[in-house]
């Protein structure tokens, strides 16, 4: 990797961690500590995102896709059983339900949140769903018709809450007390960052315990409990996991971020209103359509207008040092997805119509206002020339 990818730049990122003080001295302290992989940082974590999210049960994993894995393993479901997933979304999503042995059904999303449609759902639930993987896009929480509608047809639904931390719907927050299986994501570029990790929130026990020890290959017993001075060299491994344990060193950048998350949350709000300010006035419409009280504001979304060349317009953003990004292009548009994921019998005409229009702004905590206004003054003047 050339340096050039992570050195400080006056450039405006897409993403860009906020790393204070503290959270460098959180994960010295780990760094001085003698302890480096799952230990008592993790559970402190796991404590904390409990108390946080009024959730039953956590467990720290090395990344949203590893809790995904995990919750769709859990269901324990026959080969080739179907999943219905958002066609919008990431890779990950679907990959979950596949490398489970399980066939990703690709349904439609509504234009304005591009969020699963229920619409699409109720169709594929009547053709046949084993499970359904509810993708919070953007941090908008997925309708209340999603849960209402697997709940009537008896089929569990998994959320892909990696951009939601922090978000509520009319449940309560996501990841709540009402949560069957909520996967977040640490990743690098998400709302709270460990660099990569992840946690699942669960009011399971039995998932809970599952996940424990699915996130070190079905282990009985942690490496805590067995290289700790009072520890004890016996384990059991009843059946095959994965290796997805969150380290100390990473827990401990999360939850010196977790610690100041509701004020990172704020900032982040006020800069995504800045940006609508700016750029609705000259017609740009942003996903969601509205502000959705709920949200956990992750993404910056808005759709150019229809007939514009989207790489010209990252290049020209790119040009006067802005860099954008693209959430998501369709899963059927990659080659594997169109070669070996079912579609649902509503098609994915919405997906295809946004496919090429979706641009996300750059957004994060360290922007300034003055940030926000020289990206919305740039886009709006590549749109008129
Ligand atoms: C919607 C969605 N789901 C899942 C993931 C996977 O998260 P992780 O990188 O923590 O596995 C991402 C990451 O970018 C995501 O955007």
Redesign the pocket.
Known sequence: MSAETHVVTDAILFARPDITDDDIEAVTRVLRSGWLTTGTEATSLEAELRDYLGAPHVVALS???AA?EISLAHLRLPRGARVGVPAW??I??ALSAHHNGLQPVLLDVEPDTLNLSPAALQAALREGLDAVVA?HFGGVPVSGEIFRLCAEAGVPVVE?A??ALGATDCRGPIGGPNATAACF???ATKNLTSG?G?ALATNDHDLAEFAAAYRIHGMSSDSWARYRPAGGTHYDMREPGIKANLPDVLAALARSQLGRYDAMQARRRELLYRYREQLEAFGFQFVPKEPVAGSADHLAVVLLPQGIDRRAVVEGLKAQQIHPSVHFRPLHHFTWFAQNAAVGPTGLEVCDALADRALSLPLHVGLSDADVERVSDSLVALMRS
């Open positions: 990344s949203c896709t995904l979304t990431f990950s999503s993708v892909d990696a951009h994501s640490f990743y990569e992840g």
